[in-house]
């Protein structure tokens, strides 16, 4: 096995001794890629993740502050609705009460006229009774008068004498309607 | 280059021949300088490191350059890759409250080290850089700085040096002995062990890799294609595993960079 690697012309040295030309451009790398990433890239991604998050928790602020509008809009509006009801049926009630008394009054006015026009009606009868009655007993009186005159052959004459025994007459006539009765 | 300086082996050479096993080793990890500038010789892993670079800051500005409240496809895999360091490792292991200053670092770390170990599978890289001990050693000793630095700025002197070493006054008389063991463990090993750890992990995937595959070229001759396959399978099975555990040992390094650092921050560790 001879001679053909690369490296066999350099003695191969203790490998954990480090070459001071590698440890220096390995440094000098490290320092670029730090160098990019602490002085702009991290800073650049760290705005941005900050601005992120700022971002979401806006926004759950937002849907946070809508939802208890939201609430409050449906409380008002359930307190509206509950308000409109009592007071439909508040009106519904009074309309109830006012409607029956308007038809309890109609009644008692019916029945006042109603008694009114009887009243009147009875009153009227009472009257034509009595004129009627009135009316009769002096027709009837002269009537029988004249017949018995003509009957007896005398005349009558003493007015008072006529009216008593007419007046008589009729009472018993009256006497014996009240008995037939 | 000639074929035979890049395949770094002699493609002739199978088994049933008079050509022994190729078997890949320190030398594997060795390059030949690309271009030489005035002496200072860049080689692929060099120019590997700097593609990582590349990588991540091209991925990261095409997410991030001009980033929406509502992300696009790029943006949203950013933002994943993003929050799993942020929130991931550094929230979890320092805090939100003093983390955040280190967020920055750790995210840069992380991709950069996982891209560093990425290029172990990619066509044509196959080679991952944190495998060479100065990449992860310079990246250990930048956290090492940062972290003992800390240690005695928020702390002060003796205090700090109280917090390294671990000083309780109940521990009595092991006390010295204990402060004896933190300064060796957090001082001396601790830096050792965090390069240690990535680089050796991706040291060996890349040996095993390497291995199986020049094993499958080097058994394709007569039977020794059926020990081909089975050695093939193996690459397959080896590159998923490394694909993991390039990953894992991204995460674990930047976990232990956080650690580190939350302990200096931290009045008693």
């Known amino acids: 096995m001879n001679a053909l690697f690369l490296a066999a012309a350099e003695e191969p040295q203790n490998p954990l001794l480090p070459h001071l030309d590698e440890l220096v451009i390995g440094l ?6 730090f160098g990019f990433l602490a002085k702009k890239l991290l800073p650049n991604i760290n705005k941005v993740l900050d601005e992120r998050r700022e971002a979401i928790e806006g926004g759950i602020e937002k849907a946070e502050s809508a939802q208890i509008e ?9 307190a509206q609705l509950a308000e409109a009801r009592h007071e439909a049926a508040r009106l519904r009630q009074e309309a109830q009460e006012q409607g029956a008394a308007i038809i309890a009054e109609m009644k008692a006015e019916g029945q006042r006229q109603r008694e009114e026009i009887v009243a009147a009606g009875h009153a009227q009868i009472e ?8 009316a009769l007993r002096q027709d009837v009186g002269k009537l029988a008068t004249d017949l018995a005159g003509k009957l007896v052959g005398e005349s009558l004459e003493d007015v008072a004498r006529q009216s008593r025994t007419i007046d008589r007459f009729l009472d018993e006539l009256e006497e014996k309607a009240e008995a037939a009765r | 280059m000639s074929a035979d ?3 770094a082996f002699d493609p002739d050479c199978h088994i049933f021949t008079p050509c022994g096993f190729p078997a890949p080793g320190l030398h594997t990890f060795l390059y030949e300088p690309i271009a030489t500038v005035g002496g200072f010789e860049f080689t692929k892993p060099m120019l590997l490191a700097l593609l990582s670079s590349l990588a991540v800051i091209g991925f990261f500005w095409a997410a991030f350059a001009k980033p929406k409240l509502v992300p696009g496809k790029v943006q949203m895999i950013g933002e994943a890759g993003y929050d ?3 929130r991931g490792i550094v929230y979890e292991i320092i805090g939100k ?3 955040e200053k280190y967020v920055p670092l750790m995210v840069s770390l992380f991709f950069f080290v996982w891209i560093m170990n990425l290029w172990s599978i990619i066509p044509l890289a196959q080679f991952p850089v944190t495998s060479l001990i100065a990449f992860p050693a310079g990246l250990a000793l930048m956290v090492y700085v940062l972290w003992v630095g800390l240690t005695f700025k928020k702390h002060g002197f003796a205090g700090g040096w109280k917090n390294i070493l671990g000083y309780d006054k109940s521990l009595g008389a092991i006390l010295p002995l204990i402060m004896l063991l933190e300064f060796f463990s957090n001082l001396i090993i601790r830096p050792f062990t965090h390069a240690v750890r990535l680089f050796a992990n991706m040291f060996a995937g890349h040996l095993l890799i390497v291995m199986f595959s020049l094993a499958t070229w080097y ?3 007569g039977l020794g294609f059926v020990y081909a396959g089975a050695s093939f ?12 555990i390039q990953a894992v040992q991204a995460y674990v390094f930047v976990l232990l960079a956080s650690s580190y650092i939350q302990g200096a921050l931290s009045e008693h560790h």
């Open chain 1, 28 to 33: 000098i790398a490290f320092a670029i890629v």
């Open chain 2, 84 to 86: 799993f360091v942020r």
């Open chain 1, 70 to 78: 939201a609430q409050s809009v449906l409380e008002q509006y359930k």
């Open chain 2, 5 to 7: 300086q890049t395949l």
């Open chain 2, 219 to 221: 058994l394709m001759n």
């Open chain 2, 233 to 244: 399978v193996m690459v397959l099975v080896m590159t998923a595993f490394e694909l993991f």
């Open chain 2, 97 to 99: 409250k003093d983390g």
């Open chain 1, 127 to 134: 009257a034509d009774r009595k004129a009627a009655a009135a």
